[in-house]
Each structure stands twice: as C-alpha cells, then as structure tokens.
C-alpha cells in the first residue's frame, strides 16, 4: 500500500453496520486512525477493516465490524465535522478552514473563496486528507454543504451570481494531485446523482421518440407524399399503435419527472451529492420541461394539422369554369387531417383534374373534371386514392353547373350527388 495520503486504497465490504447505531460507514485507513487517535489508543488500531461512521447523532467514530471494536468522539483529537454541531469545528482540515470562518466570509462579503483557496493550495501539493481528517478522504463534500449553509444563513448579502455553484471552480477530489486522483472509499460515497440526471436524460429522449412515433400516423403520409412516394397505408399501421405508443410515452416522461423533482438521493453526509449544483438541477429542469413541450406538441400533431396544412380547395375561382362534372369519392382509413391532405395532393396530378378537395371530418373527396361522363377518369381517381393506402367504399356525380362552388370553399356546402353504385373495396397497401 502506498505511504502518500494521496493514495488509493481497496474498500473491503463490512460484515456488519457501526455497532451502535448499524450505519454502514465508509472505509478509512488505519493511517488515519493512528495519526488522528489519543497516542495510547495507537496500539489498539488493526490495520485493517476499520471504517468512518458518517451517521450524525451517533458518539462512534471509527468501527471494525469483524470484532466490534469502536472509538468514540473522545477518543478522536480533533473535533469530528459530521458528529459537531460548534461552528468553530474544522471543515477542511489540512487547510484550516472552519464553519464560521466560511460563513464570517459570506456574511460580510456575500460571496465565499474557500473553493479558490482549496484549489490552489492543491496545486502546490499540500494535501493530506488522510492524515488529518477524520474521515479519511477528501473534505469538499463538507466544504460543500457547509457553503450551501452559508448562503441560507446570509442569503440578503449574497452577490449576484454568487451560490454553490462556486463549487464548479473548486478540485473534484481535494487530494487529486499531478498525475493521480484520489479515490478513497468511492464504492461508499460515489454519488447516485449523476447516474440519475443520466437516467432522466435517457428517459425524456426516450418519451420524446415515442410521442413522435405516436403520431407517425399523421406526419409520415406528409412526409412521403412530400417525398413524391406512396404512404402504401403506412398511416394505418401507425395508428394501431397509437394508444400503445402515447402510454408509454406518458410513463417515460413521467420517470423524468420523479428523478428530477420526487426522487430522495441516499447520500452519506458530506459526500459530494449531499449538496447537488444548483446550475445543473436549473439545466436539467428546463431541459425536462423543453422536452415536455416537445411531447405534447408531436402528440398532439394530429389535432391541429389541419390548421398547417390549410384549405381543402385548389384555386377554385379560376378553374371553376373549367369544371364539367364533380365526383365524390368516399374514402376509408384516413387518420387526421394529414392523411386528407396527402389524398388531396395525388388527386391534384391525374389527368383531367380540374379541383380537388378531401374532406377529413366527412371522409369525403370532391374531385372537379374537365370532362363529364368520363369513366375512365372516375377510375383513374379511385386508383390514385388506392394506391396510396385507402379505400374508396363508394363513388358519385354531381353536376357542375352552379354548385361547383362546393369545391371552392368549406365542406359545408353539399351538393346533390348522383350515385353510382359500390366500387369494390380494396385492402389498404
């Protein structure tokens, strides 16, 4: 085992909890323990298996759970910062910094240094938590929670700008020197919280895919339309799975939300997570409720559509003397307003095709052509619309004459319409 106090040492797992009050602990070096220890209490320390009882209210200090031995506060030289409640006790010891000298410096200044200071004196080698705190490794988790106090206890004299966040100048592991990092006792204290914001980053990314594949239904006809392709009834394989896809949506987003705002982090006092940085939890939280934004409004997408997509009708006023006859085509497996859209856009490119107008609330196409009686082209239309993934259950006529018009505006206006029997249905491709 390396002499340095900077050392890394192996974390042996306790058979049991600290005999007095059953807290795990963490594991300390029997170095810590002889150089912080009443000199005739040396002898008595085993060189290994001893542990840091972190738990507050609790009189023992260091414990070896394979035969129950114990040292109390007494028996420590110095004052214990997680098991003192005098201000005047040291929070980082190899430097001399105390609660109230960190707290005068907030009070009078409304700003703390204590992470600078902690910093530079790093880098001129001076660490030695080992050897004179008594828990054996870094103190910054202290430093930490002790600042945070600082700040509520003198929150009038805060400088703008100025919170815990100051934390991201400090070391990460005040005993990190050059070309080595100190890790003592990380499987006791590592914290949870970053595993956490991970977590909530996965789940959120997650519920955003789904409510976009959720409403795939309505988008994707657009999109391959757009693309000049046939959505082949894709928007009807996607609505299936709709229901499926939003619920889980909804539990996704809803794990985001109990990791970042519901969620107890089980900290040992004085690690690192016990005082999380108020600068993330701000980035995470507006992260969360962009993405949330996000969600609702791909979930959504199907609802208001229609209003982007815009009028059902081609330029009616300067084709309407161009009309001869009208067809309406009704139409099965539309979804949304996407859906009528796409439908709308084929019928535009048959020849012949003077206006065209889906209406998705009535499943109803009106298709103005340039030629009345024409079979072929009444054919011709419920192909496109088969083709691109529905179904026409029934086709009929209606004279242009004056109420052409129903092609120019609302789905309101209904013309009569003259009935031309069943098409036979085809399955949706």
């Known amino acids: 085992m390396s002499d340095s106090c900077c050392s890394t040492f192996r974390d042996t797992p306790p058979a049991t909890g600290c005999p007095s009050c059953s807290g795990k602990g963490k594991a300390v070096e029997a170095r810590t ?10 002898g008595a320390v085993n060189e290994d298996g ?6 507050k209210d609790c009189d023992v200090v260091y414990f070896r759970p394979e035969d129950g031995s114990t040292f109390s ?6 004052p214990v910062w997680q098991k003192d409640e005098e201000t005047s006790r040291p929070v980082c010891y190899c430097f001399g910094h105390t609660v109230a000298s960190v707290h005068d410096e907030i009070g009078q200044t409304g700003k703390s240094t204590v992470f600078a200071e902690i910093k530079q004196k790093v880098k001129d080698g001076l660490c030695a938590c080992e050897a004179e705190n008594p828990q054996g490794s870094c103190c910054l988790g202290n430093v930490s929670a002790t600042v945070k106090d600082g700040f509520e206890l003198y929150p009038a004299e805060a400088v703008a700008g100025e919170t815990l966040a100051t934390n991201e100048e400090s070391p990460s592991d005040c005993c990190a020197s050059a070309g080595a990092k100190a890790v003592a006792g ?13 977590a909530t980053g996965y789940l959120v990314a997650a519920s955003v895919i789904t409510a976009v594949v959720a409403s795939a239904c309505c988008w994707l006809p657009l999109v391959l339309v757009g693309a000049g392709l046939s959505a082949a009834g894709a928007g009807a394989i996607f609505e299936q799975w709709r229901p499926v896809m939003l619920g889980l949506t909804a539990l996704l987003l ?10 107890k982090e089980d900290c040992a006092p004085g690690s690192a997570c016990d005082v999380p940085n108020r600068r993330t939890q701000r980035m995470g939280r507006a992260g969360l409720w962009l993405a949330t934004f996000l969600v609702v409004s791909a979930a959504t997408f199907p609802s208001y559509v229609g209003a982007l997509v815009g009028g059902r009708a081609d330029a009616a006023d300067s084709a309407a003397g161009l009309v001869a006859q009208e067809v309406v085509l009704s139409i099965e497996g539309m979804t949304c307003e996407g859906c009528a859209a796409g439908i709308q856009k084929h019928l535009r490119v048959v020849p012949g095709v003077v206006q065209s107008s889906v209406d998705y609330a009535s ?5 103005g052509i340039a030629m009345k009686g024409s079979s072929s082209i009444r054919q011709a239309l419920v192909k496109t619309v088969e083709t691109a993934g529905y179904r026409v259950s029934s086709t009929g006529v209606a004279e242009a004459a004056a109420d052409v018009e129903c092609c120019a505006g609302s789905s309101s206006a209904q013309p009569a319409t003259r009935g031309e029997g069943q098409v036979r249905p085809s399955a949706s491709k």
Do not use: H, I, M
Not at 33 to 42: A, F, G, P
Not at 254 to 263: C, D, E, P
């Open 363 to 367: 499943r109803k196409a009106r298709v």
């Open 50 to 55: 001893n542990r840091f009882c972190t738990t």
């Open 33 to 42: 323990l002889k150089s912080l220890l009443q000199e005739s209490l040396v």
């Open 254 to 263: 809803g794990g985001g939300f109990y990791l970042t705002y519901f969620r």
């Open 186 to 198: 990380a499987s006791d204290v590592a914290s949870p919280k970053d595993s956490s914001n991970g």
């Open 73 to 78: 506060k007494a028996d420590v030289k110095v």
